[in-house]
């Protein structure tokens, strides 16, 4: 197992005066780290990648920040879907420039662009042509594609890993696989185990968040559940810490987060670190094959 975190636990914005956070993600035990990229994000690729390899640290990007509108692959207008492909095509070659290993988020649409009703054939097909393209894009510069299910309240299109794997299916390239977002689906699914066995071996990695956004343990979400289906699937991919940092002035609010949750970056990991672990350990006698 690989275990990371988002950098919205420290920051509200990847910078070059952030680079120390890579520093920080080492001490606490971190193998990778989650950087926020976006229109409004600007940095020194360079600077970024030479610490995080000095580091031992592996980067993975997701569009968290500024996301056009209009940049969605789900779209019915055609010149909406090429600015969406050559938008995420952008952030691949600056994952690429990062020597990151994957680009994860809800690539299928836009999140917070939302319709009341199910998705239609004619959506599913747009977003699978779209994502067959961007996977050949990230094939390319040895980049994994990945697509991560949100809840009803973001999205229409892809709300659990049945939705995701038939739209993986259909867009029909291996580059392409799944991120499970244990926040996100405990409104959307209630056997955490059958829909992660349903990924099968195109399960990339999981967001490891809680019901509440806080630290794992104590909420909903069905952790022993979890850590079972991940045993029995012999699962050594990522998995990544998620929130966002509510000692920041606005931060967490302007992101829909009103639960002081995250007032302490090093403690949040720390606790939630701990609590995987152990988590993985009462389901793995033989816990060092398992990591």
């Known amino acids: 197992m690989k275990y990371g975190a988002h950098c919205y636990i420290f920051t509200d914005r990847w ?94 649409g836009h999140p917070g662009v939302l319709q009341y009703r199910l998705p239609s054939a004619e959506e599913e097909q747009r977003i699978a042509d779209g994502l067959h393209a961007l996977a050949e894009s990230g094939a390319r510069h040895g980049i994994r594609i990945v697509i991560e299910p949100m809840s009803h309240f973001r999205t229409h299109l892809v709300n659990t890993t049945e939705q995701a794997m038939r739209l993986i299916t259909r867009a029909d390239h291996p580059n392409l696989h799944l991120l499970f977002d244990s926040y996100h689906l405990v409104t959307e699914i209630r056997d955490y185990g059958a ?29 022993p559940q979890l850590f079972a289906a991940l045993r029995e699937m012999r699962f050594d991919g990522y998995m990544i810490l998620e929130s966002y940092n509510s000692a920041i002035a606005g931060f967490a609010t302007r992101r829909g987060m009103l639960h002081n949750v995250c007032p302490d970056a090093r403690a949040f990991v720390e606790s939630g670190l701990a609590f995987l672990r152990n988590c993985l350990a009462q389901v793995s006698p033989a816990r060092g094959k398992a990591e």
């Open 15 to 108: 910078s070059d005066a952030q680079l120390g956070l890579l520093d920080t993600a080492c001490e606490l035990g971190l193998d990778c780290f989650e950087i926020a990229v976006g229109d409004d994000v600007s940095f020194a690729a360079a600077a970024t990648r030479r610490r995080a390899a000095a580091l031992g640290i592996e980067l993975s990007i997701s569009p968290g920040g500024l996301w056009p509108t209009a940049c969605d692959l789900s779209a019915a207008d055609p010149a909406q879907r090429r600015r969406a492909l050559e938008w995420h095509r952008r952030q691949v070659e600056l994952g690429a420039s990062l020597g990151a290993v994957a680009y994860a988020g809800a690539l299928y």
């Open 195 to 223: 829909a992660l066995r349903l990924c099968g071996d195109r399960l990339w990695g999981l967001h490891a968040c809680e019901s509440d956004r806080g630290v794992p343990g104590g909420g909903l979400v069905p952790w």
